[in-house]
């Protein structure tokens, strides 16, 4: 399905009743890469994947874009649905967009899954690799960026023991427009930091990570489990960066677990 949001065309899928749980991808993929939960997670929950701007079936608009008028285009859909509060889930750039929904308006929020990802800023170094990896893509095109990111987002087990799923990552990102990766990186290098939001949070919290993740490695996860009151951790044992790809049914778990928890979740 689409909506125009913000003027942007936004590609999404609502599937299920009942409490609604949002699903936030991660960079450079789109809400395809939820599938292996929205199956599972349908049975009992709606559940609301999108592709954030610049990726999959949305807009990728050749101008600049900030990581809030994406949390922006996420609230204007929940408008668009009537849906005033929903479960969060963000996995990396998807946990970087519910930091700025959270701070624009955290009644919306009624629970979050945190997963493999961070709160604090990129140093100078990362927001340098992020203007390098912007012009690899418009010199050599996605193709590239999917050689450059796909050692970080996938463990080595992965490569070895599942090149199906390599091969899935690698087709998500090339589908992603030139715009649109250099936008979500320009976005992602501008976002501020989030570590003084993190004791503010008061709802539910649980932040997943899986134990062979290089990008936003365990202690990223620790932190945000320590600093935001009453969080839960989980980590996923031979999982990458992308953790709900490469240990579905565990990810899934400890998802439908801390749902199922929650007061008449
Ligand atoms: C992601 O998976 O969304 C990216 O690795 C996030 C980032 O580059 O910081």
Redo the contacts with the bound molecule.
């Keep these: 399905m689409k909506a125009c949001i913000n003027g942007v065309t936004i590609g999404y899928t609502d599937r299920g009743e009942g409490l609604p749980v949002v699903l936030l991808h991660?960079?450079p993929l789109h809400r395809g890469m939820w599938h292996p939960q929205v199956e599972s997670l349908a049975r009992s929950y709606r559940v609301i994947t999108m592709d954030l701007r610049g990726h999959g079936e949305s807009d990728a608009p050749l101008w600049r874009y900030s990581v809030q008028q994406v949390a922006d285009d996420v609230r204007g859909l929940l408008d668009h649905l009537s849906i005033r509060q929903a479960v969060f889930a963000g996995l990396?750039?998807g946990g970087y967009v519910l930091f700025a929904l959270y701070r624009q308006d955290p009644r919306r929020v009624r629970a979050l899954i945190l997963a493999d990802t961070r709160a604090q800023a990129d140093t100078p170094e990362g927001r340098a690799a992020r203007f390098h990896l912007a012009q690899t893509a418009y010199r050599q095109g996605p193709g590239a960026v999917a050689d450059v990111m796909i050692p970080?987002?996938l463990s080595p087990a992965t490569h070895q023991a599942n090149p199906d799923l390599v091969l899935q990552v690698r087709a998500m990102i090339e589908r992603t427009d030139i715009s649109g990766i250099a936008g979500s990186l320009m976005a992602?290098a501008d976002r501020p930091d989030s570590v003084s939001l993190l004791e503010q949070v008061t709802c539910s919290t649980q932040v997943i990570v899986g134990d062979l993740d290089v990008?936003t490695p365990r202690a990223d996860a620790e932190l945000l489990a320590e600093r935001i009151p009453g969080a839960r951790l989980a980590v996923i044992p031979g999982a990458g960066?992308l953790s709900n790809l490469e240990q579905p049914d565990r990810f899934t778990d400890v998802v439908r677990s801390f749902l199922s928890d929650l007061p008449n979740g």
């Design positions: 991660a960079f990396s750039m970080k987002l992602m990008a960066h």
